[in-house]
């Protein structure tokens, strides 16, 4: 089962990159600006397990649930009762592109380096994912060390399967340094657990290397993340995130990235803190930004 509690400022950047990784072009790209979380925190702030919320606040609720059916299927309604056919939406994802070509997102310039996501090819990346499961920091709460039969089984259903979660390696300035899951959170079993709306978009993420860690680098790329998601996804209106109440520098990083506390949640391996950040309010502050 996915983590969800990857660590947010527990980042970590090998010292030199992996032979095997492309290196990204020279603007790299996802995540963030960002506030500094607390220095004793650095193994601590993996990126979470996605599992949601019971205790998600009530006046959150009420404006949830504005489902539709897709205009795929109102097209065929309407064609079978002889009414005009609609439209598909042109903005509409394709059954193949659930997460609008995550690999194609590019670089971005960060206030720490070019960041890139590059989605993962087993074959080149198991060893350092499963490397950076072991460290005790990341373990503490993905919960996947041991051999790399271990990652193996983690990454490969995501890899086989339809789309709806992307691992990537982040690459900082040519180097991985980080491992990331971009999901679709109202298509994951978190959407159980909390008011979830269509195409809520969610992310988990570790720091590799402890030299990364305690040192604001979670915070920077999870901004640039965050961005980079409602930048090309323009049917998403909220990111998602479910870290463990327990890995306070994770969450504060979460809170420094823009992202805003809306409930605490039981999952089904954590009690965890469900944030959002959304893109109503990134949209606002850069407009006051702009005055």
């Excluded at 998403?236 to 949640?265: K, Q």
Aim: hydrophobic fraction near 40%; charged fraction near 25%.
């Amino acid at each position: 089962m996915p983590p969800t509690d990857a660590s947010t400022d527990a980042d970590t950047t090998p010292t030199a990159a992996d032979p095997h990784v492309p290196t990204p072009p020279v603007e790299h790209s996802d995540s963030a600006a960002g506030a500094d979380s607390a220095e004793g925190a650095e193994g601590a702030e993996n990126a979470e397990h996605t599992r949601s919320a019971d205790g998600a606040d009530s006046a959150d609720f009420q404006d949830t649930l504005d489902l539709r059916l897709p205009d795929e299927l109102l097209a065929l309604i309407a064609g079978q009762d002889g009414g005009p056919r609609l439209t598909p939406d042109p903005m509409a994802p394709t059954e193949h592109d659930l997460l609008d070509d995550v690999g194609e997102w590019g670089p971005v310039t960060t206030p720490s380096g070019v960041f890139q996501l590059i989605p993962v090819r087993i074959e080149r990346d198991l060893a350092l994912i499963s490397r950076w499961m072991n460290d005790p920091a990341v373990s503490a709460f993905w919960e996947l060390a041991g051999t790399d039969t271990v990652t193996a089984e983690h990454l490969s259903p995501q890899l086989e399967g339809d789309g709806r979660s992307v691992p990537c390696l982040g690459v900082l300035d040519g180097a991985p340094m980080s491992y990331w899951e971009i999901y679709r959170a109202d298509l994951d079993p978190l959407a159980r657990h909390y008011p979830a709306r269509p195409h809520d978009t969610g992310i988990h993420l570790l720091i590799g290397g402890v030299a990364d860690r305690g040192r604001g680098l979670g915070t920077t790329l999870l901004t640039a993340v965050a961005d980079l998601v409602l930048d090309h996804r323009p049917r998403c209106a909220r990111v998602i995130a479910e870290p463990d109440l327990r890995n306070t520098p994770s969450v504060s990083a979460f809170l420094g990235a823009g992202f805003r506390f809306f409930a605490e949640v039981d999952l089904p391996d954590k009690r965890a803190a469900l944030m959002v950040r959304d893109r109503a309010l990134r949209n606002a502050l850069q407009a006051s930004h702009s005055l």
